[in-house]
């Protein structure tokens, strides 16, 4: 048998000086592919997406219930980061099944036609609104988690009701809702995140629950409890958390004008709000999008099961099926939860950007 020598070690050589020789002459961009190639093949596929997502600078993720519920109060938001050229990504948890459908003509679908039907609303309006990742939360089987309906227990008041369906958001492990929005959450790497406050807005059980599930998932997400970690993905700290919320003397002039305009259904501007209207030095962040209303209106229309628009009134507002008005603005407003606040500020000291102190400016 023949072997072949491995070559001498010439005097004074080293491994070092050997690799040097080896990478003389070439171009340094050459060597360092070839150095991030060697890294990425030791890499497992969720940590190179995880490197990928990195090179979007800017990466916002909105966690909502139902479709409809991101046009309503973040339409605005999505479509200015999206122009901007932010990651802009829309994760809803369940289809809306039982959505109180508003045309007459469309009230005879079933829950499972409705919840295609709404399905493709939402893909119009995100089409509206320039985003291109917008996805439905699902179980660790693949299936969706079902809209578990709600009942009026007055305007602009809603709670659960009494038969939900097993299948159903709230009757699902919490645990297990939570995991699977935090093993979003590492895939995205975001560094703002948005949904409801505690309330859920005006007291949907679903949007109560995505609340309460996203504010775990972040923990999670995180890898801040090793009781019980996410499926895979490698850990994320989000920057900065927003509520979804309305400053309550905008609130009150609004209704206080709709009341004087003879607006059917206006409500009492002195009577008690639901749970999104704050006093307004809790209002920490405030988003223009005057420049993106006419998106936020096509969105709006796209979700024609859900609700109506008037935009002629003295003051132009959306109905849902219990027909109160919701004024429409051009602003939507956010309560800073998590993260620090950072100008620029407007005239009120309220942030004008999610990203300010985290991210380059659009």
Same mark, same amino acid.
């Given at each position: 048998m023949t072997t072949t020598p491995e070559p001498a070690e010439q005097p004074g050589e080293t491994p070092e000086?050997?690799?040097?020789?080896?990478t003389a002459g070439r171009d340094p961009l050459e060597i360092a592919a070839d150095l991030v190639d060697d890294v990425a093949e030791e890499l497992e596929p969720a940590e190179l997406a995880a490197m990928?997502?990195?090179? @979007?600078?800017?990466? =916002?993720? =909105?966690?909502?219930?139902?479709?409809?519920?991101?046009? !309503?109060?973040?339409? $605005?938001?999505m479509a200015r980061y999206a122009d901007a050229g932010a990651g802009v990504t829309l994760l809803t948890a369940t289809r809306g099944e039982l959505g109180e459908v508003v045309p007459a003509e469309l009230a005879s679908l079933g829950p499972d036609e409705l919840a295609e039907h709404r399905a493709q609303e939402l893909a119009a309006a995100m089409e509206a609104v320039g985003v291109a990742d917008h996805r439905f939360l699902t179980r660790p089987d693949g299936t969706g988690y079902r809209d578990s309906g709600m009942v009026w227990l007055?305007? +602009?008041r809603a709670a659960a009701g009494d038969d939900v369906d097993p299948r159903a958001l709230v009757a699902a492990d919490p645990e297990e809702v939570a995991r699977r929005i935090a093993e979003v959450v590492r895939e995205v790497r975001p560094q703002v995140v948005v949904t409801y406050e505690p309330g859920g807005g005006y007291g949907h059980p679903d949007h109560v629950r995505v609340h309460e599930a996203t504010m775990r998932? =972040?923990? =999670?997400?995180?890898?801040?409890?090793?009781?019980?970690?996410?499926?895979?993905?490698?850990?994320? @700290?989000?920057a900065k958390v927003y509520e979804i919320v309305q400053p309550e003397s905008a609130v009150r002039a609004a209704l206080r004008r709709l009341?004087?305009? +003879?607006?059917? +259904?206006?409500?009492?501007?002195?009577?008690?709000?639901?749970s999104v209207v704050v006093p307004d030095e809790q209002v920490t962040t405030v988003v223009d999008g005057t420049e993106q209303?006419? $998106?936020? !209106?096509?969105?709006?229309r796209a979700h024609a099961t859900q609700l109506t628009l008037d935009l002629d009134a003295a003051v132009p507002a959306l109905r849902?099926?219990?027909?109160?008005? @919701?004024?429409?603005?051009?602003?939507e407003h956010y309560r800073l939860v998590h993260g620090v606040a950072s100008g620029p500020f407007d005239a009120d000291g309220r942030e004008t950007d999610l990203f300010a102190g985290i991210a380059p400016s659009s």
């Open positions: 000086s050997a690799a040097g020789a080896a990928d997502r990195l090179d @979007q600078p800017r990466r =916002l993720l =909105l966690v909502h219930a139902h479709p409809d519920d991101e046009s !309503i109060g973040t339409a $605005a938001t007055e305007p +602009g998932a =972040l923990v =999670l997400a995180a890898g801040g409890d090793e009781r019980d970690e996410p499926g895979g993905g490698v850990p994320w @700290q989000v009341a004087e305009s +003879g607006a059917p +259904g206006a409500g009492d501007p002195d009577g008690p709000l639901p209303v006419p $998106a936020k !209106i096509a969105a709006l849902l099926s219990n027909g109160v008005p @919701q004024p429409l603005w051009p602003a």
